[in-house]
């Protein structure tokens, strides 16, 4: 597999960090893991085309992380991707409801040309573009979702939005990538969400290779947030930029 980083930022506007979205390059075709604002265009920036997605699978509902997927609807309408393959999106119970009033809103985003599959899934196991993906209840919303991603000899897990819960620990176990929300520095935890050092709590006790931390709010900038992190954590931390890519598995660094 490959892992590209779309967007590492929040709702809150900075020049270099879009809203969450992460880029798999899977078996059976790319997928998205969260369509925040802008993750249209990062794909393109990446190399990317709509017309390859295979799925789209929603952590949870909040704009930061799904906002775009009108986006991607209206664009799949264009005559260009006619005929394309179905595109399977997965979420937990309410997805169809949410598209269904963006519909209402915006009826243009109805498919034409294309097959739209939509997928309300619980805590468990299924299929996506030919990988295995675990979905597992984390605390943050009613409706939130973290999901492993296994394939190709590489697991990646990714916590989504996350406050505490050992359910983080099932979820990374043994990856070869954890993509945790680290959202402001230790000391100026908000709630529903992670610091460094409370991610690579969860990073240690799940014996992940390596812990991406992303979802950076601005208080983050010009703060060690590595440091912090490997105060905790004994693997490889990295802070997540958007666009940044590499290789996840058997041929893995």
């Given at each position: ?6 967007g590492s930022g ?9 809203p969450?979205?992460?880029?798999v ?6 997928l998205l893991?969260?369509?925040?604002p802008?993750?249209l265009?990062?794909?393109a920036q990446a190399?990317?085309?709509?017309r390859d ?6 952590t949870?509902y909040?704009?930061d992380?799904c906002?775009d997927?009108?986006?991607l609807?209206f664009?799949?309408r264009?005559?260009?991707?006619e005929g394309?393959?179905?595109l399977?999106?997965?979420g937990?119970p309410?997805?169809?409801?949410l598209?269904?009033k963006?519909t ?5 985003l109805?498919p034409?040309?294309y097959e ?11 299929e996506a573009?030919g990988a295995?993906?675990?979905a597992?209840?984390i605390?943050h919303t009613?409706?939130s979702?973290?999901?492993r ?6 697991a990646i897990?990714f ?7 050992d359910?983080?620990v099932?979820?990374?176990?043994g990856a070869?990538?954890?993509?945790c929300?680290?959202?402001?520095p ?6 529903g969400?992670?610091t460094?050092s409370l991610?690579?709590?969860?990073a ?5 290779r390596?812990l ?5 709010y ?6 060690d947030?590595?440091?912090q992190a490997?105060?905790r954590f004994?693997?490889a ?6 666009l940044?890519?590499f290789a996840?598995?058997a041929v893995g660094?």
């Amino acid at each position: 597999m490959r892992l590209t980083i779309l967007g590492s930022g929040t709702a809150v506007p900075v020049a270099d960090r879009f809203p969450a979205s992460y880029l798999v390059a899977s078996p059976a075709g790319p997928l998205l893991v969260d369509c925040g604002p802008g993750a249209l265009r990062r794909l393109a920036q990446a190399g990317g085309d709509v017309r390859d997605l295979a799925a789209v699978l929603l952590t949870h509902y909040h704009t930061d992380h799904c906002a775009d997927l009108a986006a991607l609807l209206f664009a799949l309408r264009s005559p260009t991707y006619e005929g394309r393959a179905p595109l399977h999106v997965y979420g937990a119970p309410g997805l169809a409801r949410l598209v269904e009033k963006l519909t209402e809103a915006w009826p243009w985003l109805a498919p034409r040309g294309y097959e739209l599959a939509l997928h309300e899934v619980a805590p468990g196991r299924f299929e996506a573009a030919g990988a295995q993906v675990d979905a597992v209840p984390i605390r943050h919303t009613a409706q939130s979702l973290g999901y492993r991603i296994t394939a190709d000899g590489g697991a990646i897990a990714f916590s989504g939005d996350a406050d505490e819960c050992d359910e983080l620990v099932d979820l990374a176990r043994g990856a070869d990538v954890f993509v945790c929300e680290a959202a402001t520095p230790d000391g100026q935890k908000l709630d529903g969400h992670l610091t460094p050092s409370l991610a690579a709590g969860y990073a240690a006790r799940a014996g992940c290779r390596r812990l991406v931390l992303t979802h950076f709010y601005p208080p983050c900038e010009g703060v060690d947030l590595a440091a912090q992190a490997a105060a905790r954590f004994g693997g490889a931390v990295e802070l997540a930029r958007d666009l940044q890519s590499f290789a996840v598995g058997a041929v893995g660094p």
